[in-house]
């Protein structure tokens, strides 16, 4: 369930040298993917959650991982209309774009969404 999850985490290691931040005591598998410290801001550039399908309007039961990216609000509007794109769960929607980790959107897209929001956040 989780495969997705764990090649970002180690492509971000390698790429970016970025661990995850579990800062929500409530929801451990929250991970929070952010720049190297840099004078003090440590600026979020994806977020990877673990959902109830319910959560995202989709009527399945069980949990998803979703991936958080930031993204133009042109590329926004163009993927929430994409199968595994969805408007950003808890983030600003004009800005943010949700990626369902379900095998869906091939894993090439997703890293060059993530590469996009890195860059974004900088």
Known sequence: MHTQRYEILEYVKEKYGTEPDYLFEKDPGHA???HPEKKGKRKWYG???DVPWKALHIQKDGYVDILNVKASPDMVEFL???DG???AYHMNKNHW???VLDDVVPF???MKCLD???YLTK
């Open 32 to 34: 929070i993917l952010r």
């Open 47 to 49: 977020l990877i959650l």
């Open 80 to 82: 929430k209309h994409q």
């Open 108 to 110: 090439d897209i997703i």
């Open 85 to 87: 794109f969805l408007p």
């Open 116 to 118: 996009e929001s890195y």
């Open 97 to 99: 774009i949700s990626i």
